[in-house]
């Protein structure tokens, strides 16, 4: 099939793109900038300017909507709205005015909220940051597109946070805080952490390109869950250190966080600890992934080949 993907020089996109041309696709790669390892099949462009993307969507048969505003600390707050919202209406008008019926989006579960205790993809929306707020917005955008006639098929990811190989999310951050052996542990470390591979999500995402119909929504992680001090345990001993990580109470690093809040205001530089990423590492951010278990698809990754993939890449390659 011919394929578009807005964000496709991206992190999923790049792996994505790898996996859809080995399944004979022919892909279009509609960025802000020039994928580095896909450079030919790359069309520049902004998700929200509509004309240009309208035109880039001309003989294509499966638009894939992962191009977002994403980080925690992005600025001005209205880039969400105008990237994630207004990106999502763009797609759907592109996909109108050439009759495209198959649209895969990449939401996120931080639509849910933190500490949910597992939720399904029927569970009330409680979005805790303008990251979520902005996503859930875009997918009322798709939902209404596809419920405006009955041969279109939405196909909608809501993925936990996803780490791999050259990524520098914040599963990296915690890595590379790991590795500099100044990581500290906040709170009890008992927590429940949905955490997915790179080559997990972007191999469901290829399956997607042919298998389903009409509107799927699936939850994204790679199961069975970490607690934090299992992950950050795992990861000393991938680095090959015995020695246990110290905790601190939680108020004294949620404390930390503000603090680096406030150098980061005053600064204008950006820091790898903030309020919002101590509250994201404490909380209790497992989701339930049965549909997705149930989806007919195998991942070609255990969770932890994916982390000492990542670890051997980023830390331990000569």
């Known amino acids: 099939?011919?394929?578009?993907?807005?964000?496709?020089?991206?992190?999923?996109?790049?792996?994505?793109?790898?996996?859809?041309?080995?399944?004979?696709h022919t892909i279009k790669i509609y960025d802000k900038i020039e994928s580095k390892k896909y450079p030919e099949h790359t069309v520049i462009g902004d998700v929200r300017d509509r004309e240009t993307l309208t035109e880039a969507c001309k003989g294509v048969d499966v638009i894939y909507n992962l191009a977002?505003?994403?980080?925690?600390?992005?600025?001005?707050l209205s880039l969400y709205d105008d990237v994630n919202v207004g990106g999502a209406e763009n797609v759907v008008a592109a996909a109108e005015a050439n009759g495209i019926d198959r649209i895969i989006f990449t939401s996120t579960v931080?639509?849910?909220g933190l500490d949910k205790n597992e939720p399904d993809e029927s569970f009330?929306?409680?979005p805790f940051n303008e990251y979520g707020r902005s996503k859930l917005k875009a997918e009322k955008v798709?939902?209404?597109?596809?419920?405006?006639?009955?041969d279109r098929t939405l196909i909608m990811l809501r993925p936990s946070a996803i780490f791999g190989e050259t990524n520098r999310g914040n599963i990296y951050n915690l890595l590379k805080q790991v590795h500099s052996g100044k990581f500290i542990i906040i709170g009890k470390g008992?927590?429940?952490?949905?955490?997915?591979?790179?080559?997990n999500i972007a191999a469901f995402l290829a399956y997607l390109a042919e298998n389903k119909s009409g509107l799927e929504i699936y939850n994204f992680a790679d199961k069975p869950d970490m607690t934090s001090r299992e992950m950050?345990?795992?990861?000393?001993?991938?680095?090959?250190?015995e020695k246990k990580i110290p905790s601190a109470p939680y108020a004294i690093g949620l404390l930390g966080g503000y603090t680096f809040d406030l150098l980061s205001k005053l600064t204008g530089k950006k820091f790898p600890v903030s309020s919002i990423r101590i509250k994201k590492f404490a909380a209790d951010t497992s989701i339930n992934t049965d549909r997705l278990q149930n989806s007919g698809f195998t991942p070609p990754f255990t969770l932890q080949e994916g982390l000492k993939r990542?670890?051997?890449?980023?830390?331990?390659?000569?």
């Open 142 to 150: 798709f939902l209404r597109w596809q419920a405006g006639r009955a």
């Open 110 to 112: 931080a639509i849910y």
């Open 232 to 241: 950050v345990d795992f990861i000393q001993k991938s680095l090959g250190r």
């Open 68 to 76: 977002a505003e994403h980080a925690d600390n992005v600025t001005p």
């Open 310 to 318: 990542t670890i051997v890449y980023e830390f331990l390659k000569k």
């Open 190 to 199: 008992n927590n429940k952490k949905s955490i997915g591979y790179v080559g």
């Open 124 to 126: 009330e929306p409680d």
């Open 1 to 24: 099939m011919n394929i578009l993907i807005t964000g496709g020089s991206g992190f999923i996109g790049t792996r994505l793109v790898e996996n859809l041309l080995k399944d004979g």
